[in-house]
Structure formats: C-alpha cells, structure tokens
T-cell receptor, first 113, second 113 residues
C-alpha cells in the first residue's frame, strides 16, 4: 500500500517547454513534502519543498504546488533544460514522530534538445 | 569536505554470506538513515538512528542489522544475504530539530548471487 504515488514512470518534454511532474498521497498525517532529483550512479539531491500551510513554493525555475483537499502535489519546471533530465522523487513526512520520509516510485524526466 | 560517503560503491556477494555496507558523514548530523531503492518502489526506509546508540526499524528491516557506536558512522549489515536483497542502498543524514531535508550518499549497488 503505497502512501506516496507517482503514477507516471516517465515523461518526455522539449527543451524550453514546461515539465509537470505529479504526486499523490493518501496519508492525512503528511504535512511536509519534498522533491528530490537523482542522476544515474548518484544519490538523490534535495530540490524543493513545501509545507502544508502553503499551496505554492517557488525557487527559480522550479515551483511546487500543493492541493491538500485532493492530496496532490506537482512540480513545475519552466523552462525545461537538457540538464534537468533525471529521475524525480516525491517524498512526504509528518511533523509528529521521527519525520522519516516516505518516497514515491519516481518519474524519469527526459528533456529533448 | 566529503559530506556523506558510502563504501563499497559496488559489491557482489553470494547467498548466505554476511556483508556490511559502510556509511560515514562529516557533518555531525544527529539522524542517519538507510534506504534501499528498487524498481517500482522508490526508496524504502530500512533503519534509522536518531543519535549514537539509538536505532529503530523502518519499513523493511527484516534481514538487516544496524549499529551506531559513533555519531559519524552508521553501518548496515546483511547477516545472511538473500537474492531479494539485491538492490541499491542509500545512506542519508539530517540535522536534529525542525529540518526535514535529508542528505544522501552516492549509494552502494549490491548484487547477491
């Protein structure tokens, strides 16, 4: 029973266009969400996060949107660049307890030049 | 200035053998984590540690043992390796307090034959 789901295993977009990666969660206790980026043969690196008290957080080309009623978040990358090609993991955590991260299965983004 | 390192990076072992994966961090982070990454599952938490001599189980702890005698080291031992433990293993750490962000090592690819 996956509590964090990324239903699109892969996504291909053209350079300069918008990339939208989606994530759904089922656990109502989750109140903090993170996106990680992973290149082959490397560990995941933190990209951007959002608290449940917000519905949007922006950092340069990256924006994360949170829809709490739908238990859905999305990562927008504008404009997409070939260097953005990687696997993106959505992760969620609850502020109570150990604050462990629960990860989705990842979406492989390919940005075509 | 290594941050968080893992060794070995690649390991092939036989079923039934004991194998230890090492993790070392130079930040003096209180929390350390072990994850395994498998296709279709994302990253799943095996064990975590809140401080030296404090460890607890994660989502998939069976067949694994951890210890943490020093803050900077968090070894993961497979006492009797099985083929189902073939995976990529990531160690991570984070500071204590309000932070959620975890910093990951480069991973160890383990193959059990």
């Amino acid at each position: 029973d996956q509590q964090v789901k990324q239903n699109s295993p892969s996504l291909s977009v053209q350079e300069g266009r918008i990339s939208i990666l989606n994530c759904d969660y089922t656990n109502s206790m989750f109140d903090y969400f993170l996106w990680y980026k992973k290149y082959p043969a490397e560990g995941p690196t933190f990209l951007i996060s959002i608290s449940s008290i917000k519905d949007k957080n922006e950092d340069g080309r990256f924006t994360v949107f949170l829809n709490k009623s739908a238990k859905h978040l999305s990562l927008h990358i504008v404009p997409s660049q070939p260097g953005d090609s990687a696997v993106y993991f959505c992760a969620a955590s609850a502020s109570t307890g150990r604050r462990a991260l629960t990860f989705g299965s990842g979406t492989r983004l390919q940005v075509q030049p | 200035d290594a941050g968080i390192t893992q060794s070995p990076r690649y390991k092939i072992t036989e079923t039934g053998r004991q194998v230890t994966l090492m993790c070392h961090q130079t930040w003096s982070h209180s929390y350390m984590f072990w994850y395994r990454q498998d296709l279709g599952h994302g990253l799943r938490l095996i064990y975590y540690s809140a401080a030296a001599d404090i460890t607890d189980k994660g989502e998939v702890p069976d067949g694994y043992v951890v210890s943490r005698s020093k803050t900077e080291n968090f070894p993961l031992t497979l006492e009797s390796a099985t083929r189902s433990q073939t995976s990529v293993y990531f160690c991570a750490s984070r500071v204590a307090g309000d932070s959620y962000e975890q910093y990951f090592g480069p991973g160890t690819r383990l193959t059990v034959t």
